[in-house]
Every structure is written in structure tokens, then in C-alpha cells.
């Protein structure tokens, strides 16, 4: 059997596998908030899968088993369900069916109940609503004025949501390769970019506004930000700060920055960290490894990493080190 083709996301944050109901429920309301869990007798027959990973704003779940029924409090968290199987969310009395095809976005301040029948898998989102509002207000360049309301349910063949459900898959995996104790910043971008996605994925009362045409920004601006970047690049490049350095919203400063240089500002820190990356690999020597590097200059994933060095020098890292050590023992070093 390929055991590749049988793990599920998140499967290197396992909380339990069980049969035993009391297990379950105790796992599940410990690990994701949950206030009530109901299981139907015969939910023995079923082994519950769940798995949780989770930082101060972002928590992601992957559940799975037979039927069974939630029940969520209000707290102070977006939360968002992609189910493959079927299942409904009830807000207050207002019931809603999630399925492959639909999602739901759960305000922080209601409380809910999903139910999903047998063979369900949930995929959760959950983020904290002020990390939420303040990439918003970073976004559009000020403060939100009214409360941020989703629309509550989605179908998933918009683009849009195929676009968000893409970048959950690619963050949970990521979460594969960037073990405990490896570098933060590149798992701080990633969070980031999911915080993001989910914003301009999902509709919402701001909907209109972040699809605005941009206002103008000044060259003074997008050099301001070049110079934060290139100061910054070893620690994680929020989009509210540069916002809030060049005094403009994310959207304007990243179309005028792609306008006057061919590239968005955060390929533009990517490129600064190759670079801080090649001068690493170049006098190193036997002090630090290639991966040690890569996670030093912001780059949780060895293969990526290597891709996207090759693909900008031409060389592949080891390339660089062996070329290097060899112009070391031929001048004698």
C-alpha cells in the first residue's frame, strides 16, 4: 500500500485515532473549542481521525469518521468548514447544507451547530477575527468602519474559493517540512498569505471596495518599501507594516510596485534572500549546512528553496558550496 496516498492533512499534528465516543469528544473539545460534542451510538463502528495544528491567530483541523454533531460557541475566531461529504451548519435557526460544493464562513459572534453525516471529512480554517481586521485595514489603507460580515454561505467551484481551498492544501503540507523547532519566519508568511487569501477569497461587506480600482502611489513609496525589505529581510515582512511605512494601502503600493519593477514586493524579498543566501553559501564553509541556511534566509522548504535558487543563479546550492570550496584549496585556504 503507498502510504503517501493514505495520509490525510495535518497528519504529522495528530490529536487521536479512536473508536471510544468519551475519547473523542474530550480530544475534540479540548483541542478546537467545541462546547458540545454529540456521537450516535453506532459511531463506534467508525475509528474518528483528528488532527490539529494551531499558533496565536491561525488553527487548522482535519477531522473524519462517521456522523456527528458540534456544537460551537461565539468566541473570538472566524472559523470556516470545507467538508467533502455531506453536513449542515445551523446559525441560530437559520440552517445552511455544506457539502463539496459549499462552504461556510461562522462569524466569531454566534454561536453554531455542524452536523455531518457518515464518512465526512472536515477540513477547518479558524483565525483570529483581529488578525482578520488588521490585514483588512492594511489592504485597503484605513481602518474598517463597519463590522466585516461574510456572506455565510459559498459555493466552492467560484474560482475564488478554489483559489482559498488551494492554499490550505499547500499550507498544511508546508507544515510537513517546517517541523518543530525549525525557523519561524518562513511559517509567519505563510500565515500571512492564508490570512490574506482568505480575505479576498471569501465575499464580504469590504468585497467591493478591495475590488476597486487603486489609487496612485509616488516612487518615494515603493523605494521606502524597497529599503524596509532590504533592512528587514531576515525577520517576517508584514503587509501592515509596509503599509504602514509607506503610508498607502497593500493593494496600491503592490500595483504601482509591480508596475515600476516587473515584480510584487514580496518577490522582491524573495529575491533579497537568495541573494543573502548565496553570499551565505559562498563564505560559510563547513560552518552551516545548506539547509541551515535556507531556513536562516527565510526558506522552510529544501526543495523549493533549491528550485528557486537555481531557477534565479543558474546553480544549485551545492553548486555554489563546491565551486567555493574549490577556489578555497586551489588558492590554498
Not at 480600482?213 to 529581510?233: D, F, G, K, M, T
Request: glycine share 6%; with cysteine; aromatic share 10%.
Amino acid at each position: 500500500m503507498d502510504t503517501a496516498a493514505c495520509r490525510k492533512p495535518l497528519d504529522s499534528f495528530p490529536i487521536i485515532r479512536s473508536r471510544n465516543i468519551e475519547e473523542i469528544r474530550q480530544a475534540f473539545i479540548r483541542s478546537y473549542g467545541a462546547r458540545r460534542l454529540n456521537l450516535p451510538r453506532h459511531a463506534k463502528d467508525f475509528e474518528f481521525r483528528i488532527n490539529h495544528w494551531s499558533s496565536e491567530n491561525v488553527g487548522l483541523l482535519y477531522l473524519s469518521g462517521g456522523p456527528i454533531e458540534l456544537e460551537f460557541p461565539t468566541g473570538t475566531f472566524f472559523r470556516q468548514a470545507f467538508v467533502q461529504g455531506q453536513g449542515a451548519i445551523k446559525l441560530g435557526r437559520v440552517e445552511r447544507q455544506v457539502t463539496n460544493e459549499r462552504t461556510c464562513v461562522l462569524p466569531p459572534d454566534a454561536s453554531a451547530v455542524a452536523s455531518y453525516g457518515p464518512g465526512f471529512e472536515h477540513f477547518g480554517l479558524r483565525i483570529k477575527a483581529d488578525a482578520v481586521l488588521a490585514k483588512l485595514a492594511a489592504l485597503i489603507g484605513a481602518t474598517p468602519s463597519r463590522k466585516l460580515v461574510f456572506d455565510p454561505t459559498t459555493s466552492d467551484e467560484r474560482l475564488e474559493i478554489g483559489n482559498l481551498r488551494r492554499m490550505l492544501m499547500f499550507f498544511a503540507a508546508e507544515l510537513d517540512t517546517i517541523a518543530c523547532g525549525s525557523p519561524t519566519l518562513p511559517l509567519a508568511e505563510l500565515e500571512q498569505a492564508l490570512l490574506v487569501s482568505f480575505i479576498c477569497n471569501n465575499r464580504h461587506n469590504y468585497t467591493a471596495l478591495l475590488d476597486a480600482p487603486v489609487r496612485p502611489v509616488a516612487s518615494w513609496q515603493v523605494r521606502r518599501a524597497e529599503e524596509y525589505i532590504a533592512a528587514h529581510w531576515s525577520q517576517p515582512i508584514t503587509i501592515e507594516e509596509l503599509a504602514r511605512i509607506t503610508s498607502t494601502s497593500v493593494r496600491s503600493l503592490f500595483h504601482q510596485f509591480k508596475r515600476s519593477r516587473g515584480q510584487s514586493p514580496m518577490a522582491f524579498v524573495k529575491d533579497v534572500r537568495l541573494q543573502q543566501a548565496r553570499d551565505l553559501l559562498e563564505r560559510s564553509g563547513p560552518a552551516m549546512s545548506i539547509t541551515e541556511i535556507a531556513g536562516t534566509c527565510g526558506f522552510g522548504n529544501l526543495s523549493h528553496f533549491a528550485k528557486d535558487y537555481f531557477k534565479r543563479f543558474g546553480e544549485r546550492p551545492s553548486d555554489t558550496v563546491k565551486r567555493n570550496r574549490n577556489l578555497g584549496a586551489y588558492r590554498g585556504v
